[in-house]
């Protein structure tokens, strides 16, 4: 198997474990308990959190998906709200308790599960953190005892290095954070695209704005699909992003690969169920 190969399949795994922290109820009460009003408020203190009280402005920078303006409604007040090492450990608690919940208490304490956030642990601090603001940031945490938080902490750590090696493979094709929502969903077959929920609420103009540009380069049509050098453009981003994700399973033998896979997809399996009901 590739390297890229592998880093898509972790992906792939990883992904429905990520997802408690963004779709469940627990994450939002444990912010809410903290202050924070709406979902964008807790989303920007907790995710935000690891880089420390920094100015709006570094948040868009690393955030790169969000229009202008976003990060400003939420950052710095958020810090005014709570200080961010409560937020994100609301966040963590949130999400661990959604995890427990979903998988149910016999396969979080399970020792496959310990096996896994072991093995996770050793890829997600082994990578270098060069160029990668968000992996830093989350890198710089202590790593939990308990296994499953562990587990949750460190799929996060190993997304956050994936999502900054996104954004690198964007810049690359010079695709801005609302142009990739905007490709992603018709990418999905979503169209209009303007409908898409990353970017519904963004003013008329702006969206149309953007829309004109990719026409202008060729990467959608006029009736507002994508062409083929708009699929080009957004296949060559993924592989790009397979590629740059691979440096942490790089640490981990093949075997041990093989078994981080193995105890992975059962827990994938349960979770992407609940995310389909």
Avoid at 41 to 53: I, N, T, W
Avoid at 77 to 100: D, I, K, N, Q
Avoid at 178 to 204: K, N, Q, W, Y
Avoid at 241 to 270: F, G, N, R
Wanted: glycine share 8%.
């Amino acid at each position: 198997m590739s390297a890229a190969h592998t880093a898509r399949r972790m992906f792939e795994l990883l992904e429905p474990i990520c997802l408690a922290t963004y779709l469940a109820d627990e994450p939002n009460e444990e912010l809410a308990a903290l202050g924070h009003r709406t979902y964008w408020d807790g989303y920007f203190a907790s995710r935000a959190a690891p880089l420390g009280r920094v100015p709006a402005e570094v948040v868009h920078a690393a955030f790169y998906s969000f229009a202008d303006g976003e990060a400003a409604r939420h950052i710095p007040s958020a810090w005014a709200t709570a200080p961010p090492e409560e937020s994100f450990a609301a966040w963590r608690r949130g999400s661990v308790a959604a995890l427990r919940r979903i998988l149910g208490a016999e396969v979080s304490d399970s020792p496959g599960v310990a096996r896994a956030a072991d093995l996770l642990t050793t890829a997600s601090t082994g990578a270098p953190v060069e160029g990668r603001v968000m992996y830093a940031g989350m890198r710089a945490l202590e790593v939990p005892a308990d296994p499953l938080t562990r587990l949750w902490q460190s799929a996060t750590t190993l997304r956050e290095h994936r999502g900054d090696g996104h954004v690198t493979a964007l810049l690359a094709e010079r695709v801005g954070g609302t142009e990739a929502h905007l490709l992603s969903a018709l990418d999905m077959g979503i169209h209009p695209p303007e409908t898409f929920g990353r970017v519904h609420h963004l003013p008329a103009a702006r969206l149309a704005e953007v829309m004109a540009g990719l026409r202008r380069r060729g990467l959608i049509d006029d009736d507002g699909w994508l062409t083929d050098p708009g699929r080009e453009v957004k296949a060559r981003v993924e592989a790009l992003t397979d590629e740059l994700a691979a440096p942490p399973y790089a640490v981990l033998a093949d075997a041990e690969l093989d078994e981080l896979v193995a105890e992975l997809e059962p827990l994938s399996t349960v979770m992407t169920a609940a995310w389909s009901q």
